[in-house]
């Protein structure tokens, strides 16, 4: 089921940065995949009480990626399918980065890299505090891995052992101008998370089974899962290219995406917003 | 001032459970009385300023008041960005608390100097700005802090500084706070040190100029009907902070009187518009770095000449 809410939220997503002249498609659709098992399955969240104060939290740090998280929140139910349509555009209610203002559901703006993990360990600490048995999720980028405040809230995350609090890490490898590990290595990467105290849980990001028990399993320490990605994945030609963090796809790129993408539907429509 | 801030603000956590001090791991006998009274509203964040910041928004978006605790530019500057989108982008109500602001640090060096905060935090949207000048206008602010879940800047002295008021002030409607009567020239000052004003005024009674002092400690938003009528009936007003003249205090108040048409001679003091390489303490480098007595008084001397 979270697989055809992903597949719609691709469809979705390429439409809206083509529509648009939006960068950063290869960021959503590697990230959709993680997006869709969080808000369509493992979180405790939902459409109708965005408000609830016993709601699980999920955060999205890399706010680049704001097609993806429109489309996915869109296709699950927090706001009209139609608020897609004029993304990024003028006087729409959704902007280029992540925001919390006026969007039901989204519970931090982001767009500058490395901010979302202090403050999921703010609002995972208050409830650790208050005895409250809820979860916050971050969803992040491995090129934000490079901002030392990610590093900075990781070690209080382990000193306070914040097992209510896990960080999903988009691990494509791709970042702007290059590879992550020709741009400011992070490999060893799952050794770092270890070496900050955190429980690290390697999975293919794309693979919503496996997401779902990773994300689903509790700890009595803070989770880290590196979700093993692929940049630009659904799309042949955009898939682990660097240039398409930035490039924007024209109407013969939509029509092949499209193409593709509708060919992977397991029954369902392939139409807009289907 | 920083232990009249830390018992103030101990009697409000007793009070509200949501109040919380977050510390960069500064305040070395200072702020452990409040942790152990209260350690679940106490936080040390360790030298992570940027964390710390982040990590007091997500508490406040989860309801609680946090005031993160540092010295000089450690809370302002260095996590500029989160104070910035992840506290004012949202309209959390955190605090940020610098201690030891203007030259208080003075022998420490132009790292611990804190000259350029207000100007910058002033410009951050529903930011509040307060410079208080002694321990009672230090209580009447995080009185007004509390009173309002927004964002709000806390600039503080660091040492035991005079008071200047009978009993604390009230300052709901961001005074300014008489301190000094006097008819020829008015001289506005925000911080501790206003004690520099009430001695030049002392020297210039003597030459004949009489000099009207009055405290600000609320910076933003700046009650400028409030200042206009407190300097009523003198020459002009002459600002004076421990800061650069560039966007700060005296620029806050230009934009005010020129935004509303008003025609007030104003004349800002403050320090000059370079990284200070003096070593010395706070008076030392006060002396020799353009807030110097003298430079002070002959400013305010000339200023009233050249307005009457």
């Known amino acids: ?73 869109a296709h699950a139910g927090y706001f009209p399918l139609a608020w897609l349509d004029d993304y990024y555009l003028d006087d729409s209610h959704l902007g280029g980065h992540v925001t919390a203002h006026g969007i039901p559901g989204v519970e931090l703006s982001t767009g500058a890299l490395g901010h979302a993990l202090p403050f999921g360990v703010g609002r995972a600490l208050a409830d650790a505090i208050d005895g409250i048995d809820r979860r916050v999720f971050v969803v992040m980028s491995d090129g934000e891995c490079a901002e030392g405040s990610t590093w900075e809230a990781a070690l209080m995350a382990a000193h306070r052992q914040l097992g209510n609090l896990t960080a999903i890490i988009d691990r494509n490898r791709l970042q702007i101008l290059g590879g992550t590990e020709d741009v400011l290595g992070l490999e060893p990467f799952a050794d770092k998370w270890r070496a900050f105290g955190w429980e690290v849980r390697d999975v293919d990001g794309h693979d919503h089974e496996a997401l779902a028990e990773a994300l689903r399993r509790r700890s009595g320490r803070p989770v880290a899962i590196i979700a093993q990605t692929i940049k630009g994945k659904g799309v042949d030609f955009m898939e682990d290219r660097v240039e398409w963090h930035t490039l924007v796809p024209n109407a013969d790129h939509v029509t092949t995406a499209l193409e593709q993408l509708q060919a992977d539907a397991s029954g369902g429509s392939g139409s807009d917003h289907a | 001032m920083r232990d009249a801030f830390v018992r103030k603000l101990t009697a409000e956590a007793e009070t509200d459970p949501n109040v919380m001090l977050l510390v960069g791991d500064l305040g070395f006998g200072v702020v452990a009385a409040f942790g152990d009274a209260y350690p679940d509203q106490f936080l040390n964040c360790g030298v992570a300023e940027q964390s710390m910041v982040g990590i007091a928004a997500g508490l406040a978006a989860a309801g609680r008041r946090p005031f993160v605790y540092s010295i000089s530019n450690f809370p302002s500057l260095r996590p500029l960005e989160q104070i910035r989108n992840d506290v004012c982008y949202h309209g959390l109500g955190v605090t940020i608390v610098a201690v030891g602001t203007g030259l208080a640090y003075g022998s420490l060096g132009y790292t611990h100097h804190g000259v350029e905060d207000m100007a910058i935090l002033r410009t951050l949207p529903g930011m509040r700005v307060y410079t208080p000048a002694d321990a009672l206008e230090c209580a009447a602010a995080v009185e007004q802090i509390l009173a309002d879940p927004s964002p709000a800047y806390l600039r503080l002295g660091k040492n035991t500084e005079p008071l200047m008021h009978a009993g604390q002030p009230d300052l709901s409607t961001g005074g300014p706070l008489l301190v000094r009567e006097g008819s020829d020239v008015t001289v506005l000052v925000t911080g501790p040190i206003v004690v520099q004003a009430l001695a030049v005024a002392d020297l210039l009674e003597s030459e004949g100029i009489s000099v009207r002092v009055l405290s600000c400690p609320v910076v933003k ?35 005010a009187f020129a935004l509303r048409g008003w025609r007030t001679p104003i004349m800002p003091l403050g320090l000059a518009d370079e990284a200070t390489h003096i070593v010395g303490g706070q008076e030392w480098i006060r002396e020799r770095a353009g807030l110097s007595t003298d430079h002070v008084r002959r400013s305010i001397e000339t200023f009233t000449r050249r307005a009457s």
């Open chain 1, 1 to 73: 089921m979270t697989t055809e809410l992903a597949r719609r939220a691709r469809i979705s997503a390429v439409q809206m940065c083509s529509r648009s002249g939006a960068s950063h498609i290869g960021s959503a659709l590697s990230v959709i995949d993680i997006l869709a098992v969080l808000y369509g399955d493992v979180a405790d969240v939902d459409p109708h009480r965005t408000d609830d104060p016993s709601r699980d939290i999920v955060l999205v740090s890399k706010g680049h990626s704001a097609s993806g998280v429109y489309a996915v929140m």
């Open chain 2, 221 to 255: 938003p700046l009650n400028a009907d409030g200042i206009r009528s407190a300097a009523d009936g003198t020459v002009g007003i002459v600002t004076l902070e421990e800061h650069t003249v560039l966007g700060g205090f005296g620029s806050a108040v230009l934009e």
